[in-house]
């Protein structure tokens, strides 16, 4: 029997029941559909935020709604996102079979990525990180049961070294690549907006590196810039906001943003 990654921020991040997190995730994705408009260009990978749904889940939705026209051809995702939880030298793959949620078990992918010495397999760093299982009701209700995953749990790490991770795992139309991350953290609002719209324009020109004060992901995402740059991707700006705008004061704000990297054709 397989061992599977139980949810830890169900109930606290998102809703814990599954009628529940379904209508919730479905509503959220009608809303990123509508501000996608007709016929939105799929993107290779996507940043999105990973705060509970109630502060930037509609911000996600805005970078998943444009992935959905893809769904039929999407059978693995490659998730990247901080270890908030664990110090961790590198990027950490879980060895457990699946992870779950209210929705379901979604499958982990084995790649052989032994033979880099920035990749660890280790589970501490995924057991109570919520950085990626916050993103996986989205695949969920948007890919069904047809995929699986390749988690990245991203410590301390260099540019150029998740870049390689990110340039072994990039595969073709059936890949899709997850960059999970939220923007400044507890500054007053408008010095947040001022802050995040510095990081936001960095990430959509590719150019970094971006620094962890300015976004607590910015190790997965720099992965990204790098690769992107050398793929010469486009982007696309969905979205951006604060929890002031959404469901928090605006003393202490935090950021998110979601952003499409497109191939060219």
Known sequence: ??????????????PGGESDLAGTVDGLLAEGRAAAGPDPSPPKAVIV?????????????QAYARVAPAADRIKRVVMFGPSHRVALNGLAVPSVGAFRTPL???????????????VVVADS????EHSLE??????????????DIVPFS??????????????????????????????????????????????VQQMVALTGPIDPDRACGAR???????????RGLSTELYGWCNSGDTAGDRE???????????EQD
């Open 1 to 14: 029997m397989r061992r599977v990654r139980r949810p830890a921020v169900a109930g606290l991040f998102y």
């Open 49 to 61: 935020p990973h705060a509970g749904y109630i502060y930037s889940g509609a911000t996600a939705a």
């Open 104 to 118: 379901g078990d979604v499958s982990v992918a084995k790649l052989d990525l032994t033979d880099l010495p920035q």
């Open 125 to 128: 760093p995924h057991a109570q």
């Open 134 to 147: 916050v993103q996986l009701p989205f695949l969920q209700r948007m890919l069904g049961d047809g995929f």
């Open 154 to 199: 991203v410590g301390v790490a260099e540019p150029e070294e998740v870049a390689e991770v990110v340039d072994r795992c990039w595969g073709g139309p059936e890949t899709l690549l997850v960059f999970s991350t939220d923007l400044s953290h507890y500054y007053p609002y408008e010095t947040a907006q001022r802050l995040d719209a510095e990081t």
């Open 220 to 230: 997965p995402v720099n992965g990204l810039l790098v690769s992107g740059t050398r």
């Open 252 to 262: 202490r704000v935090v950021g998110y943003a979601a952003i499409g990297a497109l």
